[in-house]
Nanobody, 115 residues
Framework: QVQLVESGGGLVQAGGSLRLSCEASGSIGSINVTSWHRQPPGKLREVVASISSNGGTNIVDSVKARFTISKDNAKNTVYLQMNSLKPEDTGVYYC?????????WGQGTQVTVSS
């Protein structure tokens, strides 16, 4: 089992930036995919970006020009850099890690973008 702790959320004005962190501990293994998801108020959770253990990344088109995903293997941490934030980016952001043996979620971190 893998444990995830997200941090970095907060309140920011439109146009601002935030960097979310997702620190993993436990049986991460050598094959895994870490992804960021968000759940806007009153809406379903949606995937935002992912990064695999070999470094491959995917980012949804709606945020591709503004968000980047990266990782620090030494710290077992995945980052989501969010720039030019918009009010529609508001929501709870969750980190997920998939391994061949398990799928784990973090507790979520709130991001609020004011207009």
């Amino acid at each position: 089992q893998v444990q995830l702790v997200e941090s970095g959320g907060g309140l920011v004005q439109a146009g601002g930036s935030l960097r979310l962190s997702c620190e993993a501990s436990g049986s991460i293994g050598s094959i895994n995919v870490t992804s960021w998801h968000r759940q806007p108020p009153g809406k379903l959770r949606e995937v935002v970006a992912s990064i695999s253990s070999n470094g491959g990344t995917n980012i949804v088109d709606s945020v591709k020009a503004r968000f980047t995903i990266s990782k620090d293997n030494a710290k077992n941490t995945v980052y989501l850099q969010m720039n030019s934030l918009k009010p529609e980016d508001t929501g709870v952001y969750y980190c997920n890690i998939w391994t061949p043996k398990s799928s784990s979620w973090g507790q979520g971190t709130q991001v609020t973008v004011s207009s």
